[in-house]
């Protein structure tokens, strides 16, 4: 509860002196009637008493404003707002929040020959629990939703400690510094699935980061030791003995610059060395699949992980007002192994995506866009609308054809996609995305020939608190 002060005017006491001067009279008279024993006082008697019961009055409010003020530091604080719900301590000390994301999305493909089951689905359930004490904090996410299985999985549970911005450390699952997509929070991604240099990096990992920013964030660092992730797995659990380095530098070489033009572009370079010894039973490789969330591509039975892995990762973003641009290139070399075959393999991935605000917005790598005003049908208000486009590829190494660990008869060499895209924001809470995505194949079906083109479209209801 707030209290507000109250200050007794010079006014205020005079007249209420006056008053008690002017009733003075009648005040002796019945105190005589009373006792004739006792001395009436005198006027300067009667105003001594008087400012000594406002100076008692006066103290009294003190030290009620005073109990007030220390109960008020005492109260956590509880805001619930557009970003969820927050409790805090009165110090700010202490905090726990909560939020959420939902995605209801909704899928076709088009001149599939019918083998596709087009579909409604709750594609992402998340509520997201955080806390902090001190410089410590946690994030729990469990993952409710998604097409391919009803049961729950975890995609974030980390703790963490910082020291100062430039020193950080975090310990537990959460993203590996891999994939500027992938690092993209799945809130702000534009697209209803990400594209494919996500293929290429894991998706989530257990380990330890150390993390920081510098010059007020303009620069950013990680490096981290991993279990080791294959490419698109959300790793639970360790398979070998062995461990992944993973390191990232990104940041905006002209954050600072007169130019205002150059001052949205950032570049960086991520990477990750580690040995990974699988079997044919945990084989420790991944499968790639295109916009449509179909996998195009998969080791042969038999094949498995078989020593180093090295993934090479170039990015770059630019945001200029309503207009922006992510582009992500992946590297994988990783030595396989098929009964007494074995070799190094090299996949490659790229992802280019623009995104424009029509309606003249910002648009940036975090956050999202915040429409100037929130969609009201009987305001005459329309929210945010943004237009995007991409292209991307993955490619396989052919080697891995021609020497048996795959068979172009059932995995494609190549798969290129175009997608275009509308995303429609109500408010900053509730978006509404249509896309569009077409991939070609090199290879992939009987005898060779190149795969029946992909015809992917989507839509989704995304909420944000």
């Known amino acids: 509860m707030r209290f507000t002060k109250t200050t007794l005017s010079l006014g205020a006491v005079a007249a209420s002196l006056a008053t008690t001067l002017a009733f003075t009279p009648a005040l002796a008279s019945a105190q005589d009637a009373q006792s004739t024993e006792a001395a009436p006082l005198t006027y300067e008697e009667r105003i001594a008493r008087l400012e000594q019961e406002l100076d008692t009055l006066k103290r009294q409010r003190e030290l009620d404003q005073e109990l007030a003020t220390s109960a008020a530091a005492k109260t956590p604080v509880a805001v619930l707002d557009k970003k969820g719900l927050k409790f805090t301590s009165a110090d700010g000390k202490y905090e726990f929040g909560i939020n959420a994301q939902v995605n209801i999305d909704a ?98 990992d257990v380990g330890y980061q150390a993390f920081g920013t510098f010059f007020d964030g303009a620069l950013e660092y990680q490096v981290g030791l991993f279990n080791g992730s294959a490419d698109g797995v959300n790793l639970n ?47 420790q490789l991944g499968s790639y699949r295109t916009p449509g969330q179909q996998v195009f591509f998969k080791y042969g039975t038999g094949v498995y992980s078989n020593g180093k892995e090295t993934r090479s990762n170039p990015q770059a973003s630019f945001y200029l007002n309503n207009f922006g641009i992510l582009a992500d290139y992946v590297t994988v070399k990783q030595d396989v192994k098929l009964g007494t075959k074995a070799a190094q393999l090299e996949n490659k991935a790229l992802d280019v995506s623009t995104s424009w605000v029509i309606t003249g917005e910002n648009v940036g790598f975090k956050g999202g866009v ?9 305001k005459g208000t329309w929210g945010a609308v943004e237009l995007t486009a991409r292209y991307g590829y993955t490619e396989i190494d052919k080697d891995a054809f021609t020497l048996g660990f795959a068979s172009l008869t059932s995995s494609a060499q ?27 194949f090199e290879g992939g079906a009987v005898a060779g020939a190149d795969r029946r083109k992909e015809n992917f479209a989507s839509g989704r209801i995304q909420f944000r608190y």
């Open 237 to 283: 659990n360790d398979l070998d003995n062995h461990k992944d380095v993973a390191y990232r530098v990104f940041g905006g070489p002209f954050a600072n610059s007169s130019v205002v033009w150059l001052q949205g572009l950032s570049i960086g370079y991520a990477g990750s060395d580690g040995q990974h010894i699988g079997n044919t039973t945990n084989t």
């Open 107 to 204: 899928h076709s493909w088009g001149d599939d020959g019918g083998s596709l089951q087009d579909e409604v689905v709750a594609r992402l359930i998340r509520p997201t629990f955080t806390g902090k004490a001190g410089n410590a904090s946690f994030r729990f996410t469990p993952e409710l939703g998604g097409s391919s299985s009803a049961s729950a999985s975890i995609v974030d549970a980390y703790i963490e400690y910082k020291f100062v911005d430039s020193l950080q450390f975090r310990a537990g699952k959460f993203k590996s510094p891999l994939g500027l997509e992938r690092l993209q929070a799945d809130a702000d991604v534009i697209w209803t699935e990400r594209g494919h240099s996500t293929n290429l990096v894991p998706n989530r």
């Open 414 to 440: 190549k798969a290129t996609s175009t997608g275009f895209g509308v995303g429609w924001y109500w408010s900053e809470n509730l978006k509404l995305i249509a896309d569009w995505d077409q991939t070609e």
């Open 370 to 378: 915040k429409p100037a005003n929130d969609f009201n049908w009987k």
